[in-house]
Nanobody
């Protein structure tokens, strides 16, 4: 499966942004999808995941209550709605696909998209 993320940009602290990831080349609904992020000089970290099937969702504690992950299988698209953004949310955001059920570890994801940059100014 090929993944294409988009929608990043520059926003001020407290504002909202929605990023998207379009999948192609395979049956999107059969993959668990995840969002990860990586800031300069830091390791890639888990943000959120939504499973295939029943759509079980897991969030990182740092974004719980502010970010919402969702998917539209008919449009082969994954979303991440980010509200009340903070400067520490600044990072390149990556979407990823896994055959596993509800995976939060990056090593469990077989396919990755390119990053989309999100910058939050204070």
């Amino acid at each position: 499966v090929q993944l294409q993320a988009s929608g990043g940009g520059l926003v001020q602290a407290g504002e909202s942004l929605r990023i998207s990831c379009v999948a192609s080349g395979d049956t999107f609904s059969t993959y668990t999808m995840g969002w990860f992020r990586q800031a300069p000089g830091k390791e890639r970290e888990f943000v959120a995941t939504i499973s295939w099937g029943d759509g079980t969702i897991v969030y990182a504690n740092s974004v719980k209550g502010r970010f919402t992950i969702s998917r539209n299988n008919a449009k082969n698209t994954l979303y991440l709605q980010m509200n009340t953004l903070k400067p520490e949310d600044t990072a390149s955001y990556y979407c990823a696909a896994s055959h596993r059920y509800s995976a939060s570890a990056a090593v469990l994801y077989e396919y990755w998209g390119q990053g989309t940059q999100v910058t939050v100014s204070s």
